[in-house]
């Protein structure tokens, strides 16, 4: 059987104890995922305790010190408690979508390089590969929605199907002024692309890296893809999907207990996934924002946590700063502002691209 | 056999059962959602054979997109199946003729590579493998093929006004908000400022 021990190589190798020839998958995996977890629960905490400090609040403050432990505590009262289906719901489908919701925003996590080729699968279609993952993502709402044979959560997800599918446009859009500028699609490229050519080279300052970010040239797209971002992942001020001063709790008001936990930390994990997106797409990545010797000392995983957990700072602001929109605004500004905005931007930078010549070219002078 | 091989079998038979599921389940929504399943798995088997960037687009655009909308339609509409099951066997015929036909043409196309195996490839681009496939296709698509590739974009521009103008009416006494109009607004145009003296009133 000669497949099933490839695959056990693949999965499960480790060559230090002479066991295959590569470091298995398995293990890469479940770094990941142990790191993940243990990030999204303190990155929970900050987002309350950041909407706490806003309001004036102390916000969790009782478990652990300063209220550390808070996201443990809720994980263990969740898993304790009993999960209800509802007599009239898809028991299967009812089940099936918080799965589905939480595998998704999981799988997104393979192809993000959190270092220099860190990436668990460097594909060379990555950022297609986020984009394909990240629209699927809109399947766990509506099924959780349908599957609960209740009315709010049916006009949860339906209102989650026309604003996710809507936003994705603009976010494609968006990717799409990226990579024309590197001119590759894998994800590790377009970090490479922001170090190695921009601004900070124009001008001659090669050391500020930060000035080559493509926050700068794009600011336009970076401010784009922050909002459509924040639509996409149904983060407050968006959040009508589950807008509780009309739906209860929208799509999940028949959830509880391990099916209603799996919801929430699928949901946080493709918000940090969006800010991991934003980073590299427009923040560089792993990469340090000053290549000079003390900020160099640090490894790139470090400025790629640092970076993420400041774009995550912004969308928890954005959830206590800014009131919820109505529903019909947040469909205005998705395909009448920011549609023909990144439509107008992706012709741009193609002009000027084709016209001067810059540009990563995919690595290929 | 070879670990692609052995995916190849798994995503085959899981888009063939639920493309067979497809048809028989009773409930419209489960219907469409095996749709779904099909295709990730036909993702999955473009993948195999190398194509990933049309199989990342089946994802984004049919999956992500299109089911949607389709799933989204089918979960408003109260369809009863079992009355449209009535008329099924009248339609038979009809559906073995196609049947037919396209088993046909499939076993045409496997017959041609298996009598003459280079027979195709005469007319096909030769493939570069050193180029990944998204840089290819774009090298192809935007040069060799450009006026057919703006030809259909044309075509899909002109369906989808097609479709807007078709479902558009024109109500008469709806108010619409006018953002502009609401922020353009300034306190002079609206507010007037009255100091009443006490006792007078206004007039």
Request: net charge neutral; hydrophobic share 60%; charged share 10%.
């Amino acid at each position: 059987m000669d497949f099933i021990n490839a695959a056990l190589d693949y999965l499960l190798g480790i060559p230090a104890i002479g066991l295959g020839t590569q470091i298995g998958f398995v293990y890469k995996a479940l770094a990941l995922l142990v790191g993940l977890l243990i990030f999204t629960a303190f990155i929970l905490l900050a987002d309350r305790k950041v909407w706490a400090a806003v309001q004036l609040r102390r916000g969790p403050n009782v478990v652990g010190p300063f209220g550390l432990l808070q996201s443990f505590a809720d994980l263990l009262k969740f898993v304790f408690k009993e999960a209800i289906i509802p007599a009239g719901a898809d028991k299967i489908l009812f089940l099936a979508a918080p799965l589905i919701t939480a595998t998704l925003a999981l799988a997104g996590w393979v192809v993000v390089p959190v270092f220099d080729g860190g990436a668990m699968a460097n594909i060379n279609i990555g950022i297609l590969y986020l984009l394909g993952v990240s629209s699927l993502g809109v399947y766990g709402v509506i099924i959780g929605g349908w599957a609960s044979n209740s009315k709010y959560p049916f006009l949860g997800a339906l209102r989650s199907a026309a604003q996710m599918v809507s936003y994705e446009v603009s976010i494609g859009l968006v990717i799409i002024t990226v990579l024309l500028c590197v001119g590759s699609l894998n994800l590790n490229d377009i970090i490479l692309a922001q170090r190695d050519m921009g601004l900070a080279h124009a001008i001659g300052v090669p050391w500020l890296t930060f000035l080559n970010w493509f926050w700068l040239p794009l600011f336009p797209m970076f401010v784009v893809f922050y909002i459509s971002a924040l639509a996409e992942t149904n983060r407050p001020p968006f959040d009508m999907v589950e807008g509780e001063s009309e739906l209860v709790a929208g799509f999940m008001t028949e959830y509880s207990a391990t099916p209603y936990l799996l919801f929430m930390l699928g949901e946080y994990i493709s918000i940090l996934l969006m800010c991991a997106m934003t980073t590299v797409l427009f923040l560089g990545g792993w990469t340090s924002p000053i290549d000079l010797p003390p900020f160099t000392w640090i490894p790139g995983l470090i400025w790629f946590f640092i970076k993420v957990t400041l774009v995550f700072f912004m969308f928890a602001m954005a959830k206590s700063i800014v009131p919820r929109y109505r529903y019909d605004q947040l469909m205005r500004i998705g395909w009448k502002l920011f549609l023909p905005l990144s439509l107008i931007m992706v012709i741009i930078v193609a002009f000027v691209l084709q016209l001067t010549g810059w540009g990563w070219h995919g690595g290929v002078a | 056999m070879s670990l692609p091989l052995f995916f190849f079998y798994i995503f085959s038979a899981v888009t063939v059962a639920s493309a067979f599921m497809v048809i028989s389940s009773r409930n419209p929504v489960h219907a469409v959602l095996f749709l779904i399943l099909a295709f990730v798995n036909a993702a999955g088997l473009f993948m195999l054979a190398g194509a990933e960037f049309l199989a990342l687009i089946l994802i984004v655009v049919y999956v992500g997109a299109v089911a949607v909308l389709f799933l989204f339609v089918v979960m408003m509409l109260d369809v009863d199946f079992a009355d449209m099951r009535r008329g099924m066997l009248q339609y038979a015929p009809v559906g073995i003729v196609v049947g037919i036909v396209l088993l046909l043409e499939l076993l045409l196309v496997a017959g041609s590579f298996l009598v003459a195996p280079d027979a195709a490839s005469g007319s096909s681009l030769p493939i570069d493998g050193t180029m990944d496939n998204t840089r290819a296709l774009g090298l192809v698509l935007y040069t060799r093929y450009v006026f057919l590739f703006q030809g259909a974009a044309a075509i899909l521009l002109v369906a989808m006004i097609g479709a807007i103008v078709l479902t558009l009416r024109h109500r008469t006494g709806v108010k619409r908000q006018s953002t502009a109009a609401q922020l353009g607004r300034m306190p002079a145009d609206t507010l007037q400022v009255v100091k009443v003296k006490s006792g007078e009133g206004l007039q």
